[in-house]
């Protein structure tokens, strides 16, 4: 995410028994997981809706999201962190995922990556 690289979700970055090396792959392995994910009113993938506000890896390879909704009001509210979960969960080695919904700071459309505003023509 170029213009909004402050709304990109922080992956956890204190010391850890994982190597540099395992943290980088498996933090390239969450991202590409969280980009099958999609608001099915919105042809674009959570990650890049900018709707992945944390995401904490422990020692023990326990997976902790905080995601929002473009509305709080989403008619999938109950089910979407249950598909992050699912999706996430298909990373070999993981021992849990747990997924939060938040809504502080409320969503808006510049925690958007600039291709997710390319695909739903917003420049």
């Not at 980088?24 to 506000?53: A, M, S």
């Not at 979407?80 to 700071?105: Q, T």
């Amino acid at each position: 995410m170029t213009d909004a690289a402050a709304s990109e979700p922080a992956f956890a970055q204190v010391p850890s028994a994982l190597s540099k090396d395992e943290l980088n792959r498996l933090t390239d392995q969450l991202i590409e997981k969280l980009k099958t994910v999609y608001d099915p009113e919105i042809p674009v993938d959570i990650y890049e809706l900018g709707l992945i506000y944390k995401v904490d890896v422990s020692d023990d390879k326990d997976v902790a999201i905080d995601m929002t909704l473009t509305a709080p009001g989403c008619p999938v509210a109950g089910e979407m962190p249950g598909w992050v979960r699912d999706a996430v969960m298909e990373i070999p080695g993981l021992k849990s995922c747990n997924v939060e919904l938040v809504f502080e700071p409320p969503w808006d459309s510049s925690r958007m990556s600039d291709e997710a505003k390319l695909q739903l023509n917003m420049f």
